[in-house]
């Protein structure tokens, strides 16, 4: 349902978060090791989320990436915005390009419950949520 880049971006974006709760800044290395994956890949990623608005970036030996107060409450829904545009919310479950609630598909109306519910879970999952059950080890970034 989620892109490669768009699941990325969210654990780069959990991660960073964790790690802005104490005021560190993280590089692009530490982030991608710490979620497995591709320096260059995160890299992109991050300076699109930087470009629009999503994350906090310093230049210099104590730079990186970072989150402030009203970065940690930005929604999942924001990260996936970003990245994906909103065709998680909207687009057919068949991937039709022409349906809807006159010419709906075989799945039509199950996928309208569906995707009301992913998106209000989204909305409602803020990125400083998830920073204490990943200090405690009880929910992971990686595989």
Known sequence: ?????????????????????????????QIAKAI?????????ILQDLGKKGLVLSA??????????????????????????GDRLFTDCGLGLKSCSAKMPCPVHHEFVKIRKDIKGMLQKAKLGDYNTALELGTKFLKR
Do not use: H, W
């Open 1 to 29: 349902m989620l892109s490669k880049t768009c699941e990325y971006a969210i654990r780069a974006m959990l991660f960073v978060a964790q790690k802005s709760k104490s005021g560190t800044k993280v590089g692009v290395k």
């Open 36 to 44: 497995d994956s591709p320096e260059p890949f995160i890299a992109k």
């Open 59 to 84: 230049k210099g030996p104590t730079g990186g990436f970072y989150l402030d107060k009203s970065g940690l409450e930005k929604s999942l829904a924001d990260v996936v915005n970003a990245i994906d």
